[in-house]
Structures are given as structure tokens and as C-alpha cells.
């Protein structure tokens, strides 16, 4: 039995780098049927819908190079949804991104700098950490065809950032 279980964004704080990219990408968004019928003929039928996540989908495809599968399929969704690897962490437990980014600045930020750095990489504030006045969540925007790790890479270098990392949902199997 397979499910999705969200993690509290401070989970991975201090392993943000030992997520990897592994054998596909999810979808996330509300996909037409047009698009998700053109979505199955360009993945040959290899996509499905994650349980308990509606507006996720994933295509799996072992040995592909997902940069390239990323792009191929961000053409066929267009701006109906963000697509972005699959990650890997260092046990082989899947990760399913959730078009989020969690971000920690060096010190605490005010709103008017929030929106600076959200213009400055072209992302949306989603929401302030009210419990860390240095932390904040974006999301990519859907018209955005970067590789959603290199969104995640560029954010970590701003000078005013301590860490950036995206926020993922964990699949686990009961046995």
C-alpha cells in the first residue's frame, strides 16, 4: 500500500542537500482534460495521479535524462502546472515536490524585502514562517519553465539567503 504523507518544511533543514533527482517528475496543478490526455500521449501513458493529491501527477521514466523530460513535458502542460523532478533521499524514499520553496534568510526580513526577493527571481510569496521571522515559503510560478532545481540553486546563492530547499511531500510503502 502506497500513500503521501506532507512533511513539516523544518524536516529536511539540516539535509536539504541530500535530496537527488531519480527517475521522473511530478505535475502539479489543475490539468485540463485536454492537456492531460495530451500529457498521456506524450509520456506513452506513463503517467498517473497520486493518491490523496488530486492536482499531482507523475510520470515515471527510469534513465531519463530529467532536464530534458522536464522541458519536453513543460511544453505540453504549458502554465496549467509546475512540473519538477522526482527526488530521491539518502535512504531511496521518493520525494514528491510540491511547488514550494522553503526559504532561510540570514536574519528576519521584512515584507517589503519579501517582495523585493520574490520579484528579483520570479517567484510568489506564499507565506511568512510565523514562527521564524527569517523564513518564508514561495512558489514557482506556472508560467515558469525553469529546471526546478536550478530555481532552488539560484535562490540558495542570494546573498541574503542562509538556505533554500523544496518543500516535498514523502511516499512511504506500508509492510
Not at 490539468?31 to 488530486?54: F, I, M, Y
Not at 499531482?56 to 530534458?68: A, M, Q, S
Not at 522536464?70 to 514528491?96: H, K, Y
Not at 546563492?157 to 516535498?168: G, L, M, Q, S, Y
Request: proline fraction near 6%; hydrophobic fraction near 35%.
Amino acid at each position: 500500500m502506497c500513500g503521501v504523507v506532507t512533511l513539516d518544511p523544518g524536516t529536511f533543514m539540516s539535509i536539504e542537500d541530500s535530496r537527488f533527482p531519480k527517475g521522473g517528475v511530478v505535475v502539479i496543478g489543475s490539468l485540463s482534460g485536454a492537456t492531460q490526455e495530451r500529457l498521456a500521449q506524450a509520456t506513452d501513458g506513463n503517467v498517473r495521479q497520486v493518491p490523496g493529491a488530486p492536482l499531482t501527477h507523475i510520470v515515471e521514466k527510469p534513465g531519463t535524462d530529467l532536464r530534458k523530460l522536464s522541458q519536453r513535458i513543460n511544453g505540453v502542460v504549458g502554465s496549467e502546472g509546475i512540473v519538477a523532478p522526482i527526488f530521491t533521499d539518502a535512504e531511496g524514499n521518493s520525494l514528491l515536490p510540491t511547488g514550494s520553496l522553503q526559504v532561510r534568510f540570514k536574519q528576519a526580513v521584512t515584507d517589503s524585502s519579501l517582495d523585493e526577493f520574490a520579484t528579483r527571481h520570479n517567484v510568489k510569496l506564499a507565506q511568512r514562517n510565523k514562527w521564524s521571522p527569517q523564513q518564508a515559503e514561495f512558489t514557482v510560478r506556472t508560467d515558469d519553465t525553469r529546471y526546478f532545481p536550478d530555481i532552488a540553486t539560484e535562490l540558495k546563492t542570494d546573498k541574503e539567503v542562509a538556505a533554500a530547499w523544496p518543500d516535498v511531500q514523502a511516499t512511504f510503502r506500508r509492510v
